[in-house]
């Protein structure tokens, strides 16, 4: 005759249910935390590119301020000031420089490096050496209607303004102002 079946115990069947009723919330937390972290990294995603974009500094132009290899944040934000500095699209590539001149105003600058805007002498404390550089515009020169005259903080080497290669950045190519510094942890704070 054929083998006879056990039937479970109680105790048995009363495990085996609490062993499905635990595979079932396990699977319902691990998919909802999945969820959340989609979420949460698309949230990152589009606030780090619209609002927020992290930049990478190459080069030197910007030396002493910001140095090759540190990242920063830049903020988008309406208003623009002198004495801030931006990154902005150029040539498929992102530069970051300091806003000397707005626009309509008038900038000069003289063969030791002095810069002025409307005639006054421009304050510079975050130069650490002054040069005229890199220059094949006339001044004094007028900044363009919604364009803003920038220069590099290494005045020596920066390619900036003072070439009609670049020349004066429109508001439509710029990503940012740069206000914070996130590496090296060391200089970790505000950028100015």
Known sequence: MGKKTELPSPQQVEAERARLRYRRRYRSTLRSTLS????????????????????????????????????????????????????????????????????????????????????????????SEKALGQCDIDFPYQVPDERWFVMGDHRATSVDSRTTAIGCVAEEQIVGRIVFRVWPFRALGPVR
């Open 36 to 127: 959340i972290l989609v979420v949460a990294a698309a949230a990152a995603i589009l606030v780090a590119t619209l609002w927020m974009p992290v930049l990478q500094i190459y080069g030197s132009s910007m030396s002493p301020t910001v140095e090759e290899g540190e990242i920063v944040v830049s903020l988008k934000g309406p208003e623009l000031r002198q004495g801030e500095i931006i990154a902005f699209y150029y040539n498929n590539k992102i530069l970051v420089k300091r806003i000397i001149a707005g626009p309509g105003q008038w900038v000069d600058m003289d063969e030791d490096g002095s810069v002025r805007v409307d005639g006054e002498l421009l304050a510079e404390p975050y130069l």
